[in-house]
Every structure is written in C-alpha cells, then in structure tokens.
DNA sequence: CTGAAAGCGCTAACAT
DNA sequence: ATGTTAGCGCTTTCAG
C-alpha cells in the first residue's frame, strides 16, 4: 500500500464538500451543521457528535472566504509592503510585525516592491482589493495621497521606516538624526576631522535624516574638513566598495568613515578587508556579526519596530480613532572597535 | 486645510460602496458596471467612461472577497509555513518565492512557527481554510499525514529543507549529505583528524544528513579520531558558543570545526574571536560577511530553493497531476581562509 | 451592446 | 433545540 498523496490532486478535484453537504449527511438543517461545527450553543451533544462526524467523514473544511463574505467582507490580513524582505533589517521587521499580529489573531501577507514606487502601488491596490484590515508600509515611492481615500474608509495605514508624504497616518521611525549625531559625535571625540559619509539615495527620508544629524554634529563641533569625503546616492554593496576604496586613495585621505545603512557598511568592510592602516569605521544598522569583526554601529531594534507597528495597527482596527501618532525608536551607538581607532 | 487623514477611519465608516451604487449612479445595469470595470468587451466607449467616473467619485474598490467567493472560493494567496523569518535563510527562500510567484500573479502569506509543531499545524489549518491556493512548508513537526486528505482535495504542498513524512509531495531539499561529505573531506584534505562536529537537534532531518555525509567521509578515511569531539543538539547560538569554548579545552583539542547551520557558525566564530590559534573552521550555510571573516562554507542557494519550491507549487496549481517531485539544491564548499589552516 | 436572474458557501435574523 | 429565509458582492448564465 502506498502512501497518501498530495501531489496529484488536479486528476481527481471534485470541489470540496460545502456545509450543506455536511448537514445532510448528518440529517440536520444547515444552520444546526453551521451552530455544530462553530460550537455555539443549543445544539444537543447527540446532534453535534453526528455533525463532527460527518464533516470528518466528507473531509470538510469551513470555507473562510464565503464566511469572510457573509460577515462583512473584511479578512484576519494585514498586507506589509516593503522593499526586500531578502534585507535583513526589513526581515527583522516583519517577524517583530509577525509575532504581535498573531497575539491578535491576525495574519501578516507580505509583498516585496523591490523599492519600485509603481510595483508598490499595484501591491497596495491589490492588497485592498483583497480587504486587509490594516497595511502596514515601508514607501518607496514619495507621494502617498492616493492612500488618503482608503484611510477614510476604514482602512489604517501604518508606515514604517519612511513617513508619510501627502496625509496623516501612524507611523514608526527611527531617530535617525539622533544616531548619525551620535555618531558623529563618537568619531569627532575620538580626534577625527576629515570624515567621510558613505550615503544611500539622498532622496529617502531615512537618509537625509542622518544625513542632518552627521552634518549638525559637525557643524557644532566648527568641523568642515569632512566636506571632500561626501559621497550620497550609493545604492548597492558593490558601489559601496568601489566608493569606499576610491576614498582611500584620495590625498589626504579620511581618517574614518560612516556608513548610513548595512548594505553600505557591508560594502565599506569588504573595502577595508586587509588594509593596512584602515580608516575608523561607524555603521548605521547593527547587523550579525558585528561583534566578531568588531564593527561600532549605531543599533537599535527593528523588531521592536515592527511590533509597534503592529500595535499601532491593531489599535486602528479595534477601533481607535484619534489623531494619528508616530513611535520613535531609539538608537544607540555600541562601540566595538572599529570606531575608536584613533586618526593615523 | 489640514491633510487628508488616514488615521481616523474608524470614526466614520460608512460601508464601502458596493458595484451596485456604482451601476446605480452611473445609471447603467449591475453586469454593465461589472464589465465596464474589468475591461470587458462589449461595453460602449461612453458607457465604459461614465461607469469608471461614477466608481471613482465613490471610491470604489473591486471586493475580491466576494469575487472569490464566486468564481470558486480560491483565492490567488499561496502560504508559506517556516520557522522564523528573522533567520536569513528562510528570509532569502521567502524571498525567492515571493519573486517566483508573483510572476504568476500569486501572492505570498507567511506564518512563523517558531519551531513549534503544534502551532505549524494550527496555521496549516488556517491557511486552509483561508483557501490557499498551494501551502509551502518548513515543516517543524515529523508526522505529516494530516495533510494528505487536503493533498487529495486540490491544495498542493510543497516541503521546504525537510522531507514529507507520512505522504508523497513535492519537496525542495538540500544536497545535506553531499555537502557536508565535502566538507569533511575538505578538512581531511588539508591534514585533520581531530574534527569536532557540532550539530544542531539531530531529530531533523537537515541535520541527519549532514551527520551522515561526514560520518561517511570520516569512515571512507579511515578516521575515527573526530568521535570524541562530536555534540549535537545545540540549537542556539548562545549554546554554540559554549559548545565550542568547552571543545577547546579538551586534551587533546580538536584542530577543526565543522558547524552544521548559520546559527552555530556564529556561535563558534564567537568563541574563537581573539583565539591565538584558533582551529581550522567550515561551516554549513553561506552567510553575508563570511567573505569579510575569512569562514570557508558549504555553501547552496536559499533564494533559488525558493524559486524552485513555489515552481512546483505553480505546476500542481496549473493542474499537473504527476508523481511527486524532489529537487535538490546543490552545494559547493567556499574557501574563504578559515578551512584551510593546518592542524596546530 | 445591455440587462435580469441565479447562486458561490456561509451566517444573521427570525421563526418554530 | 432546530429549521427557514434572506443576503453578503460579485460573476455567470441566458435573454433581449
């Protein structure tokens, strides 16, 4: 005898049996299968016990859709969109989102846009089509209004990481002004004046926030020799690296660096791999491993930034209906040595 | 004027607008407004336009729910049931998926187990009932045999990392044995014989198998010499580390590592930070930076495992009704530094 | 080209 | 304790 199958099913799918089909089996209306198999009460033992049986019997399974429907068409989902799931930080994020969700009874259904500011509004679209109870959004795109209608509807918006643009939503960011500060102040502390700033696209939010911070850290301390070593837009790993190896040829070259996500840290490492006399070194994002290579960087916790995220979503869906609030979450510069190294 | 709002939904939520109002307003039929809207044919240029403008200035929005519901209660959603998401290797095989399936315009729902069996069942159940179209599983538990009434009724399952148990379906698996065959044989190539093994719960079958495919290059070199360095069921880095820390104390010590996941790779590397002369290490599972540490891998391709899993899933979907399939991912050993040093 | 009627599978409301 | 009727919002016949 061979085992089950659960491959060939297309031969042999003779629709799934339907409550209805339950109840007459057992020999009672529809509405007793219905009151049976959702354990309300006034069903006698005798009656339930028939009705499981048949249900079990038939291999009948409660079709969530047309339950979905009756009750008022709206879903356990909650739709995430973000840019790569593939990117540890938005991964972190989305089992902080996960977890909390779950404590509710809610389902998370993530969509990648690969940062593509149509493919996410095509995501969002199709998200709402399909009556997700809340989204939750990490924006690549700028502009958000086309969001405002649904908001009024019925449907919270969350965004995370990126505020909104062009209405008023809840929101969970990162104090990112704060740690590139930090930051800033760190290596200024340990001596340095010629700094370079390795940044990602200067149009995202995220990266003008630490863009400032760095930039009023310097400013404070009257420090402008960092100027020459600016280098924005630096999207992926690989520019990273070159962008990172270019700067050390420069003469005088900087005598440390800070990198203002893991992609670019990551890129900076490789660049540095081996190098004699490398420049000091801060990155923005904690990332695994930091501690082996002895990497400083500005942490803070994307789980706890997606639970509260999905807190600030469950709140919505429960029915609050106040002005809309945006969570902070903290940064913290952990020094691990490669941010203290003194200037050559 | 202050911004439109999102945040305040619920205060106002008056229903969404159903196509009926739509037809009503547009002045047109309930099935005029319904082809008009999904770009049917026959349907006049001016018909077509003033349906469009009514629906705008309602805001309306398609109910899949309800359309689902009619077209047969199945829906475009495919789940995806693993362990934790926060682990980069089944972020990037959620990463691959999601790519694959959204060419073919399905969408991922992912549920975290955290390793425990019987909340894996619970969100099989779930998604079930969700009426998924495939079900992708990482799966916790050992015995599988629940599903295959749901594999004989027109749900595919497709088994990620491990092997069904208990019924025939398509399976992704890791080439486990072959890979940490070569590793062994790497270590072996390069003078060891005194190689620790630390695994993690030898009840999974990821982890049999890479036991097995070094026990077998041991044997096929005549070397017994690794079995008193061998410790399974470390299953958190934490212990890792430990695990590792104790080893060295041994006397002999080892003079090799072989680590059989991410997560105890870390946990040596964190043990062996600042060794003097640390042991020669290779470790199961590509990981970013391992080129930055210098840690020799066996390495394999998450995404693609992802990419393979949700074709097979999209096959049985377009209503193949073969035997079972297993694809295998390959490995390759990647000789970063840390698995070649000679025995001290 | 347009419309009326039926019904997907379920639950809510109202009998009995 | 059980049954009957209606209808969620849409698409699918089948007629005009």
Known sequence: ??????????????????????????????????????????????????????????????????RELRRGATSALVGLVSGDLANPFYSAVASGIERELRQHGLQLVTANTDEDAELERALVEAFLERRVRALLVVPSGDRHEYLAIEGNRGVPFVFLDRPPDGL????????????????????????????????????????????????????????????????????????????????????????????????????ALRALRGHPAAPALIGFDDFDLADVIGTTVVAHDPVAMGREAARLAHRRISGFGGPAQTVIIPTEVVARGSGERAPA
């Open 1 to 66: 005898m061979s085992a089950p199958r659960a491959a060939g099913e297309a031969v042999d799918n003779p629709r799934r049996p339907t409550l209805t089909q339950v109840a007459e089996l057992a020999g009672v209306s529809l509405k007793t299968a219905s009151r049976a198999l959702n354990d309300e009460p006034n069903v006698a033992e005798a009656t339930g016990a028939r009705v499981r049986q048949a249900a079990d019997l038939l291999g009948y399974r409660l079709n969530g859709i047309a």
């Open 168 to 267: 008023e939503a809840d929101a969970v960011l990162i104090d990112n002004a704060g740690g590139a500060r930090a930051a800033g102040e760190h290596l200024l502390s340990h001596g340095h004046r010629r700094i370079a700033l390795v940044a990602d696209l200067a149009r995202m939010a995220p990266q003008r926030g630490r863009l400032d911070g760095f930039v009023q850290a310097m400013d404070a301390a009257g420090n402008d020799q960092w100027r020459p070593y600016l280098r924005t837009d630096v999207h992926d790993v690989h520019r990273a690296e070159e962008t990172v190896r270019e700067l050390l040829t420069r003469d005088p070259p900087p005598t440390a660096l800070f990198t203002t996500n893991n992609r670019l840290t990551t890129g």
